[in-house]
């Protein structure tokens, strides 16, 4: 029987793919700035919300909105599973032409999305970045701390990295595809995404304060995220391990001369301290080493596991098309009926290399 074609995703021109994780409190306030724009467009849409396994109201009041505004789309996650993770599963079922990524947090303003769209299709680009011109809202621990995230991955990654880009981007389709052809697991897009050198432009515009609710990203996972972006796109850190065994070498062999030098003299006294500072700069270069190299191991392991990076709850997309099916696997969703998709996909894994359709 021949594949029946998906119209939805055949008349949607602009997908806006919004993961949240507890934003019940601004909830309120992302959907009466985000739809009065889209509605402005003049272009089939969709909002793609990512429930990223919330636990206050948010997927109730998800449910609450979506009765009176049909273009919004709710896909549940099983667990909490990060929010780059939350923002691959709504790429992975985007539908449209063009893929916007925002944060619910209401800092990015949804209402640069129409100049986004606007210059990706005067100058044919495939991205479209976001870039904060002004952050007079973050506090000046956070201006410091994301000043340094950025100066690193820039010297690590390349100048192709533009900085003070977060994750409010627009991406073609072409764009999306190639991301989900990508084997990486712990996946950072902001990085990601200027690795694969497509045609892009610019949109800059001022970081706003969040009008409710908390950060979710405390120290931790900030720190986190510079680990990921590190060890995901350099090996410069085991270069420095190696550097500092170097340096450790030469600081051992100064010491050895030295030690043979005072005993040829006899002046052999308690060395105490030189023994005790040697020994603790020595374990902590190689515990630094060994940590390093642990990184790397890390990811190696997590890469040979190949777990999928989430599993979908529900869809409510499938949903209404009556298709969803819960898979024996562990809970992934069956694709709709007919699209010819690996399952394991659909749980979250990236498509083989050279894969570039449209998942529904």
């Not at 992302?30 to 429930?51: C, F, I, Q, T």
């Not at 636990?55 to 990060?82: H, K, Q, Y």
């Not at 950060?215 to 986190?224: A, E, F, V």
Request: aromatic share 8%; proline share 7%; with cysteine.
């Amino acid at each position: 029987m021949p594949e029946a074609p998906d119209t939805t995703a055949a008349v949607t021109v602009l997908s806006v793919v919004v993961p949240m994780y507890n934003e019940e409190e601004v909830l309120p306030a992302l959907v009466s700035r985000l739809r009065p724009v889209l509605a402005g467009l003049g272009v089939g849409y969709e909002v793609v919300a990512v429930d990223d396994g919330s636990t206050d109201r948010t997927a109730e009041l998800l449910a609450a909105f979506r009765l009176g505004w049909p273009e919004l789309r709710v896909i549940g996650l099983r667990r909490n599973s990060g929010h780059q993770a939350a923002l691959t599963a709504g790429l992975d079922r985007a539908h449209g032409a063009y893929v916007v990524s925002l944060d619910a947090d209401l800092q990015d303003p949804p209402e640069k999305i129409p100049e986004m769209l606007e210059l990706a299709r005067a100058e044919g680009l495939d991205i479209v970045y976001g870039i904060r011109a002004d952050r007079a809202s973050d506090t000046g621990f956070k201006r410091w701390t994301a000043g340094l995230y950025y100066l690193l991955v820039r010297r690590l990654a390349g100048p192709s990295v533009p900085a003070q880009a977060g994750d409010f981007r627009l991406l073609s389709r072409a764009a999306v595809d190639a991301l989900r052809a990508l084997p990486d697991q712990q996946r950072v897009y902001r990085l990601l995404v200027p690795w694969l050198g497509f045609p892009s432009g610019r949109v800059t515009y001022e970081r706003a304060p969040r009008p409710a609710g908390r950060s979710k990203y405390p120290l931790g996972r900030m720190i986190r995220l510079a680990v990921d972006s590190v060890t995901g796109f350099s090996a410069a850190p085991l270069r420095i391990a190696t550097w500092l065994g170097g340096f450790a070498f030469l600081v051992c062999l100064t010491l050895m001369v030295y030690t043979l030098s005072a005993h040829a003299l006899e002046h052999t006294v308690p060395g105490w301290t030189s023994l005790f500072t040697g020994v603790l700069f020595i374990g902590a270069v190689q515990l630094i080493c060994v940590g390093l190299l642990g990184e790397y191991v890390g990811r190696i392991y997590t890469a040979v596991q190949n777990r999928p990076t989430y599993f979908i709850g529900h869809d409510t997309a499938q949903g209404e098309a009556g298709n969803r099916v819960v898979g024996p696997g562990g809970g992934h969703d069956a694709a709709h009926a007919g699209a010819a998709i690996p399952p394991p996909a659909e749980a979250g894994t990236p498509l083989p290399q050279g894969s570039s359709g449209v998942r529904t």
